[in-house]
């Protein structure tokens, strides 16, 4: 395509140089012609082209030679007093005869312009002699003009010319630039498309994204993956005892096999299980699905239930982002921290989901906050619970907005009500211990919210921080450190080291059976 307009613009360059060439020549004829038209002799012309000029200038009606005679007022009245002298001689008798009359052109140029006819040399040279020298001296003038205006119109032509010609260069160069910028963001298209294509295919390899009705979508492994980074960014935030926290301490020495969850679990990776199943698998090379890791057992059982508000208000200046950021990275250090650990997710607006992390991030803002009944779940997942440490922590930006009645009908408008339901069901959440209760209220300019946030707090005996969508993370990072007392089981007397305890490779571990939700 390029190679097109390379040779459209050599064309044009070509003729641009034609014809200024054929102007230049024009232009010196014409001037050699101007100066012989100064020093012309009219009884003998040779140019052509001067021929032409002449016989024009001959057939001007406006020339002095194509208008009639006119005699001026002296030679009127000199022939007025010729007539008298004549009459008085007649009458006295001495008569000298008739005047002679004044010689006429025997030719009237301007006739011969009119009927269309045109002069032939021998003609053009009769009409020469016929002129008096004033008036050849006129023709002259007249052709050295007939000539400079021939060559401002050749110059204005040629001018016109050069600039359609450069005019025609520019669309071209134009047209040029764009063919070449639509054929590089063709190149970075295809390039983009080969990058999007290879990346697709590693993500779905590594089961990260999947095709559901023609189009890719996040996996749960990818938000999972996401998660961890979220909790890596916000760690850096968090002061060293509560970062060190996060990781735990001393180890039990007792180990069971299992399949891989966290990236930090490597370090205890059964290598040949983990071959073994790759290959059962049918692949190569071992990957999360196929690791198999010695965990260490821990005594404590955990179960913990995040609420999130995902109502209308939520949407506004990017809180629910921030809060489904944060409630991953809370998720990921309760499971780092506790593999075995129940978690459990809602999302609540009018009505209140269980979700996994997936669902989580995908979630959409809904109506009006239920709060009522999303504690009313809350109370409903705990109570059958056997874990020693249960917590709730419950994320919102404003006042119970909506409650569910006994028909189990969602109800909306009398905010008093759903406050009362609100507080009804956190007296039927507080008969469950041991529970801690955190609320995080995102700021607001409605000293009414914050009333409502601490009566709730009060009656679950928990506790309250206000803060701000950016430190989110942070405070909820900091309140489940802050409660994380870790008890693990002591090893028996006479058990062997870690080392001495790790099972056989080919020989499957003991793996206890846990009660816990999404996925952990």
Known sequence: MLSEYDRRSSELEAVRVRNESALRDEIAALEARLKAARDIDLRRIVDPGLLGAVQEALLLPDASWNRPYRPSLW??????????????????GRSRGAPKP????????????????????????????????????????????????????????????????????????????EARRRAEQDVDRRVREAEERRVTQELSERGLVAERNGELTVTYALVERFARLVLEDEARRLPGDVRRSLKGSGATGIYEKARLRQADEVAHLDIPSSVLEAHLQGSRHIDESSSFVYREILSERVHVVLALDTSGSMEESGKLTAAKKALLALYTAIRRRYPDAT??????DNDVHVLDLLEL??????????????????HLLLRPSRA???????????????YTDADGRVRSGNLDAALENAVARAQE????????????????????????????????QG??????????????????????????APAPAGEPTPEA???EPGRRGRRRRADRRMGG
């Open 75 to 92: 030679e009127r009245i000199r022939a007025l007093v010729a007539r008298l002298a004549a009459f008085f001689r007649r009458l006295f």
């Open 501 to 503: 305890t790790v099972p």
């Open 343 to 348: 978690i459990d997710v809602l999302a609540f």
């Open 388 to 402: 020693n440490r249960k917590e709730f922590f419950l994320i919102t930006d404003g006042l119970p907005e909506s």
């Open 102 to 177: 004044r010689a006429e052109r025997s030719l009237t140029f301007a006739t011969l312009a009119g009927e269309g006819r045109t002069l032939d040399a021998s003609l053009i040279g009769h009409a020469i002699a016929a002129l008096d020298p004033k008036e050849q001296g006129e023709l002259r003038e007249r052709v050295s003009d007939s000539i400079r205006r021939s060559e401002h119109e050749l110059k204005k032509d040629a001018e016109a010319k050069r600039r359609e010609a450069e005019s025609q260069r520019r669309r071209l160069d134009a047209e040029r630039d």
């Open 429 to 460: 959440l507080r008969t469950i211990g041991p529970l801690r209760f955190s609320m995080i209220l995102l700021r607001s300019e409605h000293p009414e919210y914050e009333r409502a946030a601490r009566l709730l707090t009060r009656t679950l």
């Open 361 to 378: 991030w995908e979630t959409p803002p809904g109506s009006f906050t239920n709060t009522g009944e999303a504690i009313h779940l809350a």
């Open 463 to 488: 506790e309250l921080v206000i803060t701000d969508p950016g430190r989110l993370g942070f405070e909820l990072l900091v309140r489940w450190a802050g409660g994380a007392e870790l008890s693990r």
